[in-house]
């Protein structure tokens, strides 16, 4: 599109500021003005994707419906704006090096020295402008990981310096920093943020607007002394102070003015309020609420929540349409045994067991699953938690003796989760899982069905592992049944236990899917029996 709109969103002073919350704040507002907004993160890595990281090391890998493995901020770009991302969300400098030596190689340069400038900055543009020119967006929005300073994120930079130039009017910089509460001396510090912009100056880019996080109000003579220094109109100042829940930031941003500077300095018409009606009533029902739902999340990553971002966000968006707060306790898998379980997982309301791969913390995991199914426990288990569900269920209900996974045990004598016929030749672990979403269909009079309410539904995947349907009429007739199946491989996508109260395992990734303003059914209904128990 000739006139898409571009906004760049650097930080500065230190990172895990909240730029993809920045990004989709302002994003939000753009959208609830009637334009049509994405978002795209760069990010300054060398992995292709993300999906070969450790969570330890990125964080959760989110999964597009196109089967992309991306950063996680992807689900936030995605909550906020209840707009499917893709592949082209997500660019990292891998990608970038990968596509221009594959250029390289195949001839394209005619023979010419490829070069940071202009070929990696070349391919980075393109990039960018593909969601404007290919996918027809009003505005994209683009968040370039690390900070300001980094060696990684040079190239980056210098595209945006080179875009600025070529784009005038129809591209600006929104540049986040820091602005620190110093106890001992009772102040408010400005000069990292003066030396952030210092560092965008020397890049050759400067910031049309700055964003200052920060945990005290910013007085006016704080604002204008920034402004002053970093060349900033006043009015371009924007305060994002510390609140309660990041569904609070898009308002705090409203009433800052963010959006309406934006769109006076992209030349886009000041013209329509912003509708937020039903994103206040969310916000509304979550802070009014006064009752409690606990959730035991089980997994091995607990020490780091962002390992499960999307499951935590899903969680908060159900438990509030059910006039809920809820209340996570993260588990370590690796902590649980048979002597400790009941005494950790007891006075929950329900029990979620998390996703991963490889050996570790199953032990824990299968104990988690054992005390939920033998006492009756609302249950639902994720990907990993699915099929632990299921290998409980063959050892100690359908007595297999030594029942595993072949991704644990390439010896077991009952394989009840197998590797997928189409994963066996695979060689390369980058991008080569089932990715993306898949048709499940559902059976009726079951807990699956009754959740979405039809009897079909598309989910997002990512795994090498599925059930063995092999076994299928052995769990069936002890009393698991596969209650969603895909009606291409009739593989198990959903198996629940009719007879205990809520007790599900699905093989997808619902908690892809949950928005603020569209929560997934999986989650509102294992809350519900949660509530309910």
Request: net charge negative; charged share 25%; with cysteine.
């Amino acid at each position: 599109m000739p006139d898409t709109r571009y906004i760049f969103v650097t930080g500065g002073v230190a990172s895990s500021l909240g730029k993809g919350i920045i990004s989709a704040s302002l994003a939000k507002l753009l959208q609830s003005r009637g334009y049509k907004v994405t978002i795209q993160k760069l990010d300054p890595y060398l992995n292709v994707d993300p999906g070969t990281l450790n969570p330890y090391e990125h964080g959760e890998c989110y999964v597009t419906e196109d089967g992309a493995e991306t950063d996680l901020d992807l689900g936030h770009y995605e909550r906020f704006l209840n707009v499917p991302t893709s592949q082209a969300n997500n660019v990292t400098t891998g990608r970038i090096y990968q596509n221009v030596i594959n250029k390289e190689r195949k001839g394209d340069y005619l023979g010419k020295t490829v070069q940071i400038i202009p070929h990696i900055t070349d391919e980075i543009k393109r990039n960018i402008k593909l969601l404007g020119t290919k996918h027809k967006f009003d505005v994209v929005i683009t968040e370039i990981g690390g900070t300001v300073g980094d060696i990684e994120s040079l190239p980056y930079i210098e595209a945006v310096r080179q875009l600025k130039w070529e784009l005038g009017s129809r591209a600006l910089v929104v540049h986040l920093t820091l602005v620190p509460f110093l106890n001992a001396s009772g102040e408010l510090k400005t000069k990292p943020t003066q030396h952030s912009v210092k560092a965008l100056l020397e890049a050759g880019v400067q910031p049309d607007v700055l964003v200052l996080r920060t945990e005290k109000d910013l007085g006016a003579d704080i604002r204008k002394k920034v402004a002053l220094f970093c060349n900033v109109n006043p009015r371009a100042v924007i305060q994002s102070i510390d609140v309660s829940t990041i569904y609070e930031v898009p308002v705090k941003m409203q009433e800052e003015g963010l959006d309406e500077i934006c769109m006076e300095k992209l030349d886009l018409p000041v013209n329509k309020t912003p509708d937020l009606k039903k994103w206040k009533n969310f916000l509304t029902k979550l802070k009014k609420a006064d009752k409690k739902v606990t959730i035991g999340l089980v997994g091995k990553y607990v020490e780091l929540a962002d390992a499960y971002k999307s499951i935590i966000e899903a969680l908060i968006h159900a438990a509030t349409y059910h006039d809920h707060k809820v209340d996570i306790k993260l588990i370590h898998s690796e902590s649980l045994t048979s002597e400790n379980v009941a005494e950790r997982l007891n006075g929950l309301d329900a029990i979620l067991v998390a996703p991963g791969f490889g050996n570790r913390g199953i032990d824990g995991k299968l104990e988690a699953v054992q005390y939920a199914r033998e006492n009756n426990k609302v249950f639902l288990g994720i990907c990993l938690g699915m099929q632990c569900a299921v290998i409980e269920y063959a050892r100690n209900v359908i007595k297999l003796d030594k029942a595993n996974s072949t991704e644990m045990d390439h010896s077991s004598p009952y394989p009840v989760i197998d590797l997928m016929e189409d994963q066996k030749n695979v060689t390369d672990m980058g991008g080569t899982m089932r990715l993306g979403a898949y048709e499940c269909k559902l059976k009726e009079n079951s807990a699956a069905y009754a959740a979405y309410g039809n009897d079909i539904t598309h989910e997002r995947h990512r795994h090498r592992y599925e059930f063995n349907n092999d076994f299928l009429s052995k769990f069936e007739e002890k009393g698991m049944i596969a209650s969603g199946c895909n009606p291409e491989t009739e593989l198990a996508e959903i198996v629940e236990v009719p007879e205990l109260k809520w007790f599900v395992g699905v093989q997808f990734h619902p908690e892809y899917s949950s928005t603020v303003l569209k929560p997934h059914p999986i989650f509102m209904a294992f809350i519900k029996a949660a509530i309910n128990k």
